[in-house]
């Protein structure tokens, strides 16, 4: 059974569109990730959610809005998208809030805007 | 804010090579310390980690030690395989979330 799955896996579309990835975590986990990941590999956190509340929200454009419906699953969903919105998007989650914890990462959603 | 300096790569060396990626950190206090691995077209996976000085976190033949003196945690591997060929990140957290390095691509030829 896959641990953190999302999904789509792979997602093209074109700039103006709205468009939103799926993440579910099976591990019973409280707290959920979003990365980004750019052409380069450097990895950037986005949010972070704890029993659906929102701890951390780094400085992403208001066009990211997470979505957490119950702590197994977070969303995120991104409005009006740009060719700079190009990248691997990644779910994470972990055991608690603390850094300390081990997190366990998704396959990735490669999202293209052309 | 924190950040997490890694050796710059790509990285390549030959099967049975001794591997050495450096890794910094500037956080302050007693930040835990990772390594992280990403296998091509898959997500990251932790390696190995450390939580307080001098402590030596081990894996799969790689190691890494907390040098609190240094603020270093180099990861090391004495005879590395093609298998190992991914994308390694440093990381280090002191509150709610990982910072991580620019990450090191390895390749190891056979």
């Known amino acids: 059974d896959t641990a953190v799955s999302q999904t789509p896996k792979y997602l093209v579309t074109q700039m103006g569109n709205d468009k939103s990835i799926k993440c579910e975590q099976n591990?019973?986990?409280?707290?959920m990730y979003w990365y980004k990941q750019d052409s380069k590999k450097f990895l950037k956190i986005m949010f972070s959610?704890?029993?659906?509340?929102?701890?951390i929200n780094e400085t992403v454009p208001n066009r990211f809005s997470p979505k957490s419906p119950d702590k197994a699953h977070l969303n995120l969903h991104i409005n009006s998208l740009e060719l700079g919105d190009s990248a691997v998007y990644f779910c994470?989650?972990?055991?608690?809030?603390?850094?300390?914890?081990?997190?366990?990462f998704g396959p990735g959603t490669r999202l293209t805007v052309t | 804010g924190d950040s997490v300096t890694q050796m710059e790569g790509p990285v390549t060396l030959s099967e049975e090579a001794f591997l050495t990626i450096n890794c910094t950190y500037t956080?302050?206090?007693?930040?835990?310390l990772f390594w992280y691995v990403q296998y091509p077209g898959e997500g990251l996976q932790l390696l190995l980690k450390?939580?307080?000085?001098?402590d030596k976190g081990s894996n799969k033949g790689f190691e890494a030690t907390y040098r609190k003196e240094t603020t270093s945690f180099h990861l090391e591997k004495g005879s590395v395989q093609v298998s190992d060929s991914a994308v390694y990140f440093c990381?280090?957290?002191?509150?709610?979330?990982?910072?991580f390095g620019e990450g090191t691509q390895l390749t190891v030829n056979p």
């Open positions: 959610y704890n029993n659906k509340e929102l701890i």
């Open positions: 956080a302050t206090g007693y930040p835990s």
């Open positions: 994470a989650s972990s055991q608690g809030r603390q850094g300390a914890y081990e997190q366990y």
């Open positions: 591990l019973g986990h409280d707290t």
């Open positions: 990381a280090e957290t002191s509150g709610s979330r990982l910072t």
């Open positions: 450390a939580t307080k000085a001098d």
